[in-house]
């Protein structure tokens, strides 16, 4: 704090249901560091002006996924994001968007918690095999045609991206949709057909107008926005397929 | 019960949009409803004096929800630029309509075929057609400017490249245009005895 040649001014959405019905914003001056991220201001003003702010943090490195904010408007990783980056400020800083407000920056997540089980994340066999049989090995080709969509941390910065899940909270979203391709390309995984039907119905991948600004603000290049637009096609072939072969449903 | 309280207290459970939500009991107060104002997180420390606020309960809070306003595609310039593509494919509907338009002109005969094609030399149909032939070009380039993300192509279990696959949709586009302008060009002989003006 000594070497702080300057402050910048952290204008910060405050939301307290017991006191105020309504959000208001409350400035903080805070001392500007070349190396300091937007948490790092944030947890000063925790620690030294007001210690009822309420956020959410834990890795500082961009791993975890908690520390997903809107910052000058746009949802990043507030442990990834330079104050430098953002200077002369005023910095705003607002809850995701999409999900309701608990307090402060915190939003509740429950949402994609409640659907992320729905695209069953998981690999299904037709047949588990016996443990002797061995690893089910797999070529770095099978392992790449995945990897991609395996490295989603759950920030949520994509749903909050996402104008769509704004409107349409019923919209099973970006990243939940991301991991069900992660299942359904995994060369061990035998479920795209149970994933089917929670992708292609209603509320899956078909509301989805491709705006593309989940694969913008993805902080590890998963490309939900992608894997949306293949599985589309994927759905669209099947689609197809059960027209010439009607004893299948699609 | 009584654990699920205390999460709650702490940062509620689950879900949100829905209406699935059990209304909380009216006294959810599982530790004593009421913080003492000295044992307030903010000690002494400017603590504002803790007002209850009537229309919430303590520990389940009214969440609050921002309204999406109407304008939310002016937040920024790639949520504009994929409101005008999505615009610009009326002009793609009218230049399909519009064709079709222009064949029933010319089955109707030489007197409706001609009325048309004077409809269309008026000077604001054809600045008003440079318009929609701009909006066209825009939604074309920015549509064919997705597909590298929707298509995932591999060959021997690489995936190929993005830039490729841009500039073979980008070829193909141009090559089907040239290759439509030159039947074009070659089935009307002249092209100074084109039927348009
Ligand atoms: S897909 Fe990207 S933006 Fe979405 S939750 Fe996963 S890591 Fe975050
Ligand atoms: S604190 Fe873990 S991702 Fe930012």
């Known amino acids: 704090m000594e070497n702080a040649v300057d402050t910048v001014t952290l ?39 007001d210690g009822s702010l309420s956020y959410r ?6 791993v975890c996924g908690s520390c997903g904010m809107t ?4 949802p990043v990783l507030t442990c990834a994001t330079y104050i430098e980056d953002l200077l002369p400020g005023p910095i705003r800083i607002d809850p995701l968007r999409g999900f309701p407000v608990i ?9 994609f918690m409640a659907k992320l089980p729905r ?31 395996s490295m989603c941390i759950n920030c949520m910065l994509c749903y909050a991206a996402c104008p769509i899940y704004e409107m349409e909270p019923d919209f099973i979203g970006p990243a939940a949709i991301a991991l069900a391709q992660r ?7 035998h479920g795209a057909d149970e994933r089917m039907d929670v992708l292609s119905r209603k509320h899956g991948v078909w509301d989805c107008t491709f ?20 599985y589309k096609v994927t759905a669209t072939m099947d689609w197809f397929r059960s027209l010439l072969r009607p004893g299948r449903s699609g | 019960m009584r654990s699920r309280e205390e999460g709650a207290a702490t940062g509620p459970d689950r879900a949100t949009t829905g209406s699935d939500r059990a209304p909380p009991p009216a006294e959810a107060g599982t530790r004593g409803g009421e913080i003492p104002q000295e044992l307030h997180a903010m000690g002494d420390r400017g603590a504002p004096p803790v007002q209850e606020n009537p229309r919430h309960t303590r520990y389940h809070p009214k969440w609050h929800r921002q309204p999406t306003p109407l304008t939310w595609w002016t937040r920024n310039r790639r949520y504009r630029a994929f409101i005008l593509r ?23 005969g030489p007197e409706s075929h001609a009325a048309f094609q004077a409809w269309l030399a008026r000077p604001g149909v054809v600045a008003f057609h440079l318009f929609v032939l701009a909006a066209l070009l825009y939604h074309t380039v920015t549509w064919l400017n997705l597909a590298p993300q929707a298509i995932a192509l591999r060959i021997r279990g690489r995936r190929v490249p993005s830039r490729i696959v841009l500039l073979a949709h980008h070829f193909a586009w141009l090559a089907l245009s040239a290759i439509i302008v030159a039947g074009l060009l070659f089935a009307l002989g002249d092209p100074g005895e084109a039927p348009w003006p």
């Open chain 1, 57 to 62: 943090w834990s890795c500082r490195m961009g």
């Open chain 1, 183 to 189: 299942y359904n390309l995994d060369s061990r995984d």
């Open chain 1, 71 to 74: 910052v000058n408007g746009e």
């Open chain 1, 119 to 149: 695209v069953k994340p998981w690999i299904i066999r037709k047949e588990e095999e016996p443990l002797d049989a061995g690893e089910t090995l797999q070529t770095p080709e099978e392992v790449g045609a995945f990897r991609q969509y």
């Open chain 2, 86 to 108: 999505e615009l610009t494919s009326v002009a793609v509907l009218y230049a399909a309509v519009l064709l079709l338009i222009h064949l029933l002109a010319l089955d109707r």
């Open chain 1, 211 to 230: 705006v593309g600004e989940c694969s913008v603000v993805c902080p590890k290049d998963v490309d939900p926005a992608g894997a949306i637009q293949r």
């Open chain 1, 11 to 49: 204008k910060v959405f405050r939301y307290r249901p017991e006191t105020a019905p309504e959000p208001e914003y409350e400035t903080f001056e805070v001392p500007y560091q070349e190396d300091w991220m937007v948490l790092d201001a944030l947890n000063h003003v925790k620690d030294e002006m």
């Open chain 1, 103 to 111: 307090r402060d920056l915190v939003g509740d997540l429950g949402d």
